[in-house]
């Protein structure tokens, strides 16, 4: 009997003991950091255990659950919605909320993940719903502030926060997907396009502003090489004709000069006629009288034009050239305006005879008319001799 006595002492002992580590361990209690612990007292909410150490009564206070107190960020999966152009777009969220009062988040609500995912999706088709498929692709900041706006205000008396809400990704339908591609495409055409035509358009002002240019320095060059051109040309005329007056030259030279130009006027290969001036002939009788002095028919001068018998000089007989050129064989100046006055109105008689045989009646009023003095018509010219 003793024996089983001192056992059975033994076993009370030893379930006091376990007993009493139990009451311990329960009694003692080390909350981490950003966690809370809802306590309950014989099963009402007692109190609400901060970081640190704690003592409860043991079989008396029950830790009701534990509540991360950190943000925490929770993906949903991608929820169907039909935009308001009755199109459906697959659109993922994600929230970022915080418990802040860990009683509510235990008592208020079941369960506060399941219940904010729920909401989230709701209020998601709410506002999408007010909304086409261009707004909902463009409008992302004012979907994120207005679910958050209508999460926060339902979740405050859960003790929770909702800080954030993001829009992870909008997939519209494939169909709608490919004529996106082929707008954005041809929107990008239109802008190369455009580009490009820009591009030709300033180059081809720049060219037409170059050519502007250099059709200006160009019309500027000649316009001052023909300045030039003509000043050289006047500065030598008026050298030529200086130099002519102070040599003094006779008409003799003059005449001489004359014909040498003449052949040059007919030089060139597109010259079929040669127009021979009426001062020819006198130029021609100004060159027979000086180099012939009026010779006979057996004189140098030509037929009727007696010859010149040549003269000696101080070392002998002289050329009879050289004695011609001393006399002097031009006529008067008076006597030659004379003949040019005869041979002007020799060719007014012409022209008047011509008109009157051409069948019109003659008119003397039209022909003083004509005549600067309006005077009496000169007398018609004599015949040439024979």
């Known amino acids: 009997m003793e024996s089983f006595g001192q056992v059975l002492l033994y076993l009370i002992i030893a379930l006091v003991v376990i007993v009493g580590i139990v009451a311990v361990i329960r009694a003692v209690r080390i909350v981490p950091q950003s966690v809370a612990l809802v306590v309950e007292r014989l099963g009402r909410y007692s109190k609400t255990l901060d970081p640190g150490l704690h003592v ?30 009755n199109l459906v777009v697959e659109i993922d969220t994600v929230i970022y909320f915080q418990v802040t009062d860990a009683k509510s988040a235990v008592y208020e609500i079941a369960n506060y993940i399941t219940a904010i995912e729920q909401l989230t999706v709701t209020t998601l088709r709410n506002v999408i719903g007010s909304m086409d498929l261009e707004q909902t692709l463009t409008s992302r900041d004012q979907i994120n502030g207005q679910l958050r706006g209508v999460l926060d205000e339902a979740t405050g008396r859960w003790g929770i926060r909702v800080n954030r809400v993001e829009l992870k990704s909008i997939d519209p339908p494939p169909s709608v997907q490919g004529s996106m591609e082929q707008q954005m495409r041809a929107e990008r055409d239109r802008r190369a396009a455009i580009l490009t035509a820009e591009g030709v358009k300033q180059s081809a002002i720049l060219t037409a502003e170059g050519q502007k240019q250099s059709e200006i320095l160009k019309a500027e060059g000649d316009a001052q090489a023909q300045i030039l051109r003509a000043e050289g040309e006047s500065r030598a ?10 040599g003094d030259a006779d008409p003799k030279l003059l005449a001489y000069q004359y014909l040498q130009t003449l052949p040059q006027i007919a030089n060139g290969t597109s010259n079929t006629t040669w127009v021979i001036p009426t001062e020819f002939t006198a130029a021609l009788g100004n060159i027979a009288s000086g180099f012939g002095g009026g010779a006979g028919p057996a004189g140098p001068g030509g037929p009727g034009v007696p010859p010149v018998p040549p003269t000696d000089g101080p070392t002998g007989p002289r050329e009879p050239a050289d004695s011609v050129l001393d006399e002097p064989l031009l006529p008067p100046p008076a006597e030659a305006l004379a003949e040019a006055q005869r041979q002007a109105e020799a060719a007014v008689a012409d022209a008047t005879s011509a008109g009157t045989r051409s069948g019109e009646p003659f008119d003397p009023s039209q022909e003083r008319g004509q005549r600067p003095g309006g005077g009496t018509p000169p007398p018609p010219p004599a015949p040439p001799a024979g």
Request: glycine share 2%; no cysteine.
């Open 237 to 246: 005329i008026l050298q030529v004709f200086e130099a002519i007056h102070r």
């Open 56 to 85: 409860l009564v043991p079989f008396v206070d029950r830790v009701r659950a534990g509540v991360d107190l950190r943000e925490q960020v929770v993906s949903f999966p991608p929820q169907p919605v039909i935009t308001s152009d």
